[in-house]
């Protein structure tokens, strides 16, 4: 089983910084990617920024260049760090691991139970 628990959530003025964090524990196999997503209310959840073990970052565009997503692979644990947050990032955030075992092997996605944040003045 693996648990994923995210930390680094609250509530901030525009303009401020905010750097979240996911630690993965239980099984987890070198062929994985992780990443955060974000719901906010009355809206469907979205992918924030996605970090394979080993390949291209990815961001959405609306958090391209104030976000950056990073791991550490010793630790099993990845980071959000939020730069110029708006208004409109108010939302929960959810860490999210999707691995396999292996080649040709099925993949298993989990879920940590989100963080708040809040951007307002």
């Known amino acids: 089983q693996v648990q994923l628990v995210e930390s680094g959530g609250g509530l901030v003025q525009p303009g401020d910084t905010l750097r979240l964090s996911c630690a993965a524990s239980g099984t987890i196999f070198t062929m994985n990617t992780m990443s955060w997503y974000r719901q906010a209310p009355g809206k469907e959840r979205e992918l924030v920024a996605s970090i394979p073990n080993r390949g291209r970052t990815n961001y959405a565009d609306s958090v391209k260049d104030r976000f950056t997503i990073s791991r550490d692979n010793a630790k099993n644990t990845v980071y959000l760090q939020m730069n110029s947050l708006k208004p409109d990032d108010t939302a929960v955030y959810y860490c999210?691991?999707?691995?396999?075992?292996?080649?040709?092997?099925?993949?298993?996605?989990?879920w940590g139970q989100g963080t708040q944040v809040t951007v307002s003045p």
């Open positions: 999210h691991l999707e691995q396999t075992p292996g080649p040709f092997m099925r993949f298993d996605r989990y």
